[in-house]
Every structure is written in structure tokens, then in C-alpha cells.
């Protein structure tokens, strides 16, 4: 088993930054095929954020230049930093381990997931 914990969400204004943390437990980290970050808005799918495997990351079009996604193995964790956040960036931000290869973007290919934090950016 695997537990995540997701930190660090908040309201912050458009043109802000934020840094989400997810703190991984249970498993060797070096056991990981990868971790990412997928986010959920109201009335809407769960999509893909930014993914991380040792010496490799994955953007969704739509953070590319914004946001960047970090693995670290000191502290058995993944970092996610947002810069220039838009108001179309609002939403649950969930982060997810895979344990083998797959498809990045589909959230059915990752086997644990962490609660959620909320993230909003307000106009």
C-alpha cells in the first residue's frame, strides 16, 4: 500500500504562484514507475496535469511554460509549482502514483491516489 498526502493549496490571485507537495508513504519511492498530478474542476473530468519519472516529465498543453513538476527522493515526495495561475486553473488537485507503464494521461492507469487539495485563483 501506498498513502499520499497532498499540501499546500490556498486562494491566490491571477498572475500567483503556488506549491503543492505530495509526501508519499508505504512503499520505496525507487519502486514508483512515476508520479502525477491530475486535477478535477467542478462538473467536469479529471485531467491530467504533469507526470514525473526519473529524468523524464509530462505537461498537459495547458501548464506548459507555467507549472513544473519535480520528484524528491530525500523526502519521498513530489513537488508541483505553479506560476502566472489563471482562473482556469481552479480546481482539486490530486496527486497519483503508478507503479508500472502506461498511459500518462489516463487517471486509470495509476493505482494510488491522495485526497485533494484545493487549489482556487480568483480574477
Known amino acids: 500500500q501506498v498513502q499520499l498526502v497532498e499540501s499546500g493549496g490556498g486562494l491566490v490571485q491571477a498572475g500567483g504562484s503556488l506549491r503543492l507537495s505530495c509526501a508519499a508513504s508505504g512503499r520505496p519511492f525507487r519502486n514508483y514507475h512515476g508520479m502525477a498530478w491530475f486535477r478535477q474542476a467542478p462538473g467536469k473530468e479529471r485531467e491530467f496535469v504533469a507526470g514525473?519519472?526519473?529524468?523524464?516529465?509530462y505537461y498537459v498543453d495547458s501548464v506548459k511554460g507555467r507549472f513544473s513538476i519535480a520528484g524528491v527522493y530525500a523526502e519521498n515526495a513530489v513537488s508541483l509549482q505553479m506560476n502566472s495561475l489563471k482562473p482556469e486553473d481552479t480546481a482539486t488537485y490530486y496527486c497519483?502514483?503508478?507503479?508500472?507503464?502506461?498511459?500518462?494521461?489516463?487517471?486509470?492507469?495509476?493505482?494510488?491516489w491522495g485526497q485533494g487539495t484545493q487549489v482556487t485563483v480568483s480574477s
Open positions: 514525473w519519472s526519473p529524468g523524464r516529465t
Open positions: 497519483a502514483v503508478r507503479l508500472y507503464s502506461g498511459d500518462w494521461y489516463n487517471s486509470n492507469d495509476y493505482h494510488y
